[in-house]
């Protein structure tokens, strides 16, 4: 069955909250508080309820509704299976072409078509998904237009610089909002990944935890531009980072704990102290990405197709 983007991505988020909370075999689900606890509406939940119901992760009682077949525990092989059907082959071939600087600046639906031999209707809907996520744009007349992209070292340096200007601000801001029950949350997810979760999770969930820690702060600055900011980033950082999130399981550990101490400091009411605590983490993310091997030849494979 091809998923939807939306959901495969529900599906991944129970799967991550029912190994997160370490439900046991037996466990009552209910719709409307996965829902809630998703921000999710229940007809996207549902379906993915009765998918992973075929998957066996669940079993349903048409009178009592859907409980746990399998203890968290057990659940990693699912969870690589959803992580590996997380994107759609035509965006990750295009996604391969631009960080290997293969795709032309200007480029036609009609030349990338010929490429992929993919349909027009299919093309279409992966490129206005990308023209979303801020990596090309289209241009009246002219076709597909590329734009930056952290696809490069110093581009990353740029992207932290940025973020250690505007992520501590947003700390301090007068309109910040402390969301005790959001940041409680936050806690407990990095508190498992810090505990030995980061041994089992998937690349994508390490990656998709630490994007939900950084974007939940800049939801709780109250400044809309920020946390607009703030997920463009973390989505054109997705086109490489979370790769490494493998190779780099005891590093997503010491950020996890980083990220404890900070929400820690805010739930004890001081602004100040996360702020800074969140500079150092960012500068010290960006000093160790001076020494990374995120962009060498061998960690992004150049893409089977390339752009004539």
């Not at 734009?147 to 740029?158: C, F, G, T, W």
């Not at 949350?185 to 390490?206: D, N, S, V």
Request: some cysteine; aromatic content about 8%.
């Amino acid at each position: 069955m091809n998923l939807t983007p939306l959901q495969s991505r529900i599906m991944r988020e129970i799967v991550s909250y029912v190994r997160r909370e370490q439900l046991s075999t037996g466990t009552h689900v209910v719709e409307s508080q996965l829902a809630k606890e998703l921000n999710s509406s229940r007809s996207p939940v549902k379906f993915a309820l009765n998918f992973l119901a075929e998957q066996g992760m669940f079993t349903y009682d048409r009178n009592r509704g859907f409980f746990l077949a399998q203890n968290a525990s057990d659940l990693g092989h699912i969870a690589e299976q959803l992580s590996e059907k997380s994107e759609d082959p035509i965006y990750q071939k295009i996604a391969e072409l631009r960080l290997t600087n293969k795709l032309p600046e200007l480029f036609t639906e009609i030349e990338l078509m010929r490429e992929l031999d993919v349909s027009r209707t299919v093309l279409r809907s992966v490129l206005t998904r990308i023209q979303q996520e801020g990596w090309l744009e289209f241009r009246a007349g002219q076709g597909w237009k590329t734009l930056p992209a952290i696809d490069s070292m110093e581009a990353y340096q740029e992207s932290y610089s940025l973020r250690i200007m505007i992520e501590p601000a947003g700390i301090l801001s007068d309109a910040f909002n402390l969301d005790r029950k959001l940041l409680e949350e936050c806690r407990k997810q990095h508190a498992y990944i810090a505990q030995g979760g980061f041994m089992t999770m998937t690349p994508l969930e390490l990656f998709e935890a630490n994007s939900d820690f950084h974007e939940t702060l800049a939801l709780c600055s109250g400044n809309r531009f920020l946390l607009q900011t703030v997920k463009r980033l973390n989505q054109l950082r997705r086109l490489v980072e979370y790769r490494q999130a493998q190779k780099k399981r005891q590093q997503r550990k010491s950020h996890s704990e980083e990220h404890i101490e900070i929400l820690d400091l805010l739930l004890q009411g001081d602004r100040l102290g996360a702020a800074n605590k969140l500079r150092l983490h960012l500068e010290r993310a960006k000093s160790n990405k001076v020494q990374s091997d995120i962009f060498d030849d061998d960690e992004i494979a150049p893409a089977a197709l390339s752009m004539s």
